[in-house]
Nanobody
Framework: QVQLVESGGGLVQAGGSLRLSCAASGRTFSSYDMGWFRQAPGKEREFVAAISRSGVSTHYADSVKGRFTISRDNAKNTVYLQMNSLKPEDTALYYC?????????????????WGQGTQVTVSS
């Protein structure tokens, strides 16, 4: 089992940047594919980005491609989401998630563990 704690959210103006972090407990972090999802008020939780166990493979939602970058440091048990050129429509509660088996996926139902989320608010 793994526990996930997100941090780094906040209020930023449109065009600005934020870097989210997700710290994982346990000694098997490198066994998990990791993903970032987000949920805006009144909307379903949607996929943002995912990264494979080794960090070699990444996958992004079309809406963030070219603006967001997912990365991980297995020595620090941490996954990151660098968000640049932020837009008001990026405003949401951002969650990180872990998946033990399979391949990198955008399907939220495939993820086994979730953090509590960190709020990102982008003002226009």
């Amino acid at each position: 089992q793994v526990q996930l704690v997100e941090s780094g959210g906040g209020l930023v103006q449109a065009g600005g940047s934020l870097r989210l972090s997700c710290a994982a407990s346990g000694r098997t972090f490198s066994s998990y594919d990791m993903g970032w999802f987000r949920q805006a008020p009144g909307k379903e939780r949607e996929f943002v980005a995912a990264i494979s166990r080794s960090g070699v493979s990444t996958h992004y939602a079309d809406s963030v491609k070219g603006r967001f970058t997912i990365s991980r440091d297995n020595a620090k048990n941490t996954v990151y989401l660098q968000m640049n050129s932020l837009k008001p429509e990026d405003t949401a509660l951002y969650y990180c998630a872990a998946r033990l088996l399979g391949t990198v996926t955008s399907s939220r139902d495939e993820y086994n563990y979730w953090g509590q989320g960190t709020q990102v608010t982008v003002s226009s």
